[in-house]
């Protein structure tokens, strides 16, 4: 009896540890309705090869969002490569997070006269076009820089002006980005791990990327190997939470139409898909309600006067913003006045206001406001420079 107790304690446990929380469905719309081409669409025989600048100028233009993977170099550039070691797309037995940006740039991708680009160079070309998955690469080793690596990353999403989301198979960045930058879609990558090198790097596999950290990072969605479905994790999680599944990396039509019982995203390559994405039918209730909370939306552009530079006001307001589940950007004006734009229900809007005037340091003297159209796909607050 004893035994019994403890399996359904263990099991109990198990099944909070793996536990996603609600998410966020309703923002991953925007993510299920494209096909994601993983590393851009390329082709690494031909002039657009894996993770290039042309790869993501190509799935743009197609209408497909994109799946990109960043590594920091040993002088803390960002670069955008999937491999660690750059001898498959590059020719040299060396792993990137060990060489210079400088030495990294002179490298090219499978014989091709494109280069191994920066981050910023990669949103660049994407150019808020499409949505972008961006999977955030740690080495195990490197395990002791996730904060760095991951304030590096946020810098650039932070000035981004396009849908975008993380995902990682450490949870150490999903809990980064869930303390630092609430507002950032995340995913927790995973998949089945079996007939690695070593005991040591299975386990540690293993435990970076089983789920069970879920009940701390929270994830938005899990991007799962198209070909662990069977797996009772991934089944628990689709199923019993109703977690939002990526399904990677699917290379032809006929995993992709497999595919469309399991998952809500789909990350193919290889191939070019023979239809748009569509909404899963188990989300149409996510996205009615969705389309009923931008019923009641307004939209603001405000131009405020008064002591409100050199006092916090954009920091407060992205604060409070962030409190009141309030979206839009601030910046500030040459002439000394704040420029702004705030979407939301209209009471939030006027209570973010009431609070910013009665912050300290702060004097608001005159507001002059305009209502212009709500923007559908905006989901975070912002400080513009």
Known sequence: MIIVYLAFI???LWLFLIWPGRGRPERMQDFETVYIAHRGFHDNQGPAPENSLASFRLAAEKGYGVELDVHETRDEALVVVHDSCLKRVAGLNCDVEDLSFAEVSRLHLFG????IPRLDDALEAIGGRVPVILEIKIRIRDRKNIPGICEAVAFYLDAYQGRLCIESFDPGVLRWFRKNRPQMLRGQLSDRFTGLKSKRASLG?????SCCLNFLTKPDFIAYNCKCTSLIRFRLLRDLYHATTAGWTIRSQEELDRARADF???IFEGFEPAQKAETAPRRAADVLREKKRMESYIRKHLIVSGMVQAVGFRYRATYIAQDLGIT???RNMDDGRVEMEIQGPRERLELMMKNLGEQRFIEIDNIDEEIIPVDPHEYEFKVRY
Not at 205 to 209: C, H, K, Q
């Open 10 to 12: 263990l099991v109990f």
């Open 112 to 115: 091709t006269n494109e280069k």
């Open 205 to 209: 596999s293993f435990f970076l990327s």
């Open 264 to 266: 809500d995203l789909f």
């Open 328 to 330: 839009g950007w601030v």
